[in-house]
T-cell receptor, first 109, second 112 residues
């Protein structure tokens, strides 16, 4: 069965400090991994997905199949990064998304 | 702007009284989803439509039904809401070949 684990419910960092939001997954096939973000009073939206291997708003995430992880990283956190971040998994070719419980990131000025 | 719209944003219903939540989209996407999100929990997929094909998740209670009369609209019907059904209900859409899902703002359901 698929599972997405985000071990930190809350994470606080100072502005300018590096940030890493952890995500581990369990899936028997070849998953697609995603990070979704929800800013205050906004809807849930896609931040990035592992297939595109791009940097969005300074964030990157590398899929580590050996460690079954997909941690989200940014070298210098900004105040506008404060939001709820969800890691999500989908089976290849499938429409279903399985979400983790989310990590609320607060960037302290 | 093309978007996903959910009405109402807040819905209060009585225990056992049927309730319908609605979702519409202007993105012309093939796939529409309904998620349930309880406090401090992950959004949980209830079902989705791929065009007119309905796909129910195995653990979605029978109390939850859905209708998709056309491409633009999708409804979530809760036949006999219980206190445990109080949650945020999220509608999302995606295109045929895209894994990106576009979410609506959600409807917060309260059961009294």
């Amino acid at each position: 069965a698929q599972r997405v684990t985000q071990p930190e419910k809350l994470l606080s960092v100072f502005k300018g400090a590096p940030v890493e939001l952890k995500c581990n997954y369990s899936y028997s096939g070849s998953p697609e991994l995603f990070w979704y973000v929800q800013y205050s009073r906004q809807r849930l939206q896609l931040l990035l997905r592992h297939i595109s291997r791009e940097s969005i708003k300074g964030f990157t995430a590398d899929l580590n199949k050996g460690e079954t992880s997909f941690h989200l990283k940014k070298p210098f956190a900004q105040e506008e990064d404060s939001a709820m971040y969800y890691c999500a998994l989908s089976g290849a070719g499938a429409n279903n998304l399985f979400f983790g419980t989310g990590t609320r990131l607060t960037v302290i000025p | 702007d093309a978007m996903v719209i959910q009405n109402p944003r807040y819905q209060v219903t009585q225990f056992g009284k049927p309730v319908t939540l609605s979702c519409s989209q202007t993105l012309n996407h093939n796939v529409m989803y309904w998620y349930q999100q309880k406090s401090s929990q992950a959004p949980k997929l209830l079902f989705h439509y791929y065009d007119k094909d309905f796909n129910n998740e195995a653990d979605t209670p029978d109390n939850f039904q859905s209708r998709r009369p056309n491409t633009s609209f999708c409804f979530l019907d809760i036949r006999s809401p219980g206190l445990g059904d109080a949650a945020m209900y999220l509608c999302a859409t995606s295109g045929r070949v895209s894994y990106e899902q576009y979410f609506g703002p959600g409807t917060r359901l309260t059961v009294t």
